[in-house]
């Protein structure tokens, strides 16, 4: 069946220093299985816990049930991204030190790098910030 979703919770990848942060992968799937090849990524990094409701994913529709943030990288994993939630380095399961600004543009261009088929960012508040901050 085409159009699944497979995930890999708490991914640790290693920083330049040695900090392991800690994402959840949503990529494409079939029977089961991740489709190979490469697709683009949306890269979500937060210090509000990965795992956690986003108050940014309210719709008109539905003003005081966010989406869930599964259910969002469902959306656009099964319109061919792969879709990573990234706790912020010494932010609940990643390690090392929360410096609010300093970490984010090497984090997350290590991050972005990593990634296969470039990355979209996207957020408000301290995500906005670390969009301006990262490359």
Same mark, same amino acid.
């Given at each position: 069946?085409?159009?699944?979703? *497979?995930?890999?919770?708490?991914?640790?990848?290693?920083?330049?220093?040695?900090?392991?942060? *800690?994402?959840?992968?949503?990529?494409?799937?079939?029977?089961?299985?991740?489709?190979?090849?490469? +697709?683009? *990524?949306?890269? #979500?990094?937060?210090?509000?816990?990965? $795992?956690?409701?986003?108050?940014? =994913?309210m719709?008109?529709?539905?003003?005081? #049930?966010?989406?869930?943030?599964?259910?969002?990288?469902?959306?656009?994993?099964?319109? $061919?991204?792969?879709v990573?939630?990234?706790?912020?380095?010494?932010?609940? $399961?990643? #390690?090392?030190? +929360?410096?609010?600004?300093?970490?984010?543009?090497?984090?997350?261009?290590?991050?972005?790098? #990593?990634s296969?088929?470039?990355?979209?960012?996207s957020?408000e508040?301290?995500?906005?910030?670390? =969009?301006?901050?990262?490359?």
């Open positions: 069946m085409q159009n699944e979703v *497979v995930v890999e919770r708490d991914v640790r990848v290693t920083m330049r220093d040695g900090i392991k942060l *800690v994402c959840d992968v949503y990529r494409p799937a079939r029977d089961g299985q991740p489709v190979t090849g490469a +697709f683009p *990524v949306i890269l #979500e990094r937060t210090p509000y816990d990965k $795992g956690a409701v986003s108050r940014s =994913e719709t008109v529709r539905e003003p005081k #049930e966010p989406k869930r943030r599964e259910e969002v990288a469902a959306f656009f994993t099964r319109h $061919g991204y792969i990573i939630y990234q706790d912020c380095r010494g932010r609940y $399961g990643s #390690e090392g030190v +929360f410096r609010k600004y300093l970490d984010e543009a090497a984090d997350g261009a290590l991050l972005a790098s #990593e296969h088929g470039g990355s979209r960012r957020g508040t301290l995500r906005g910030i670390k =969009e301006v901050a990262s490359p």
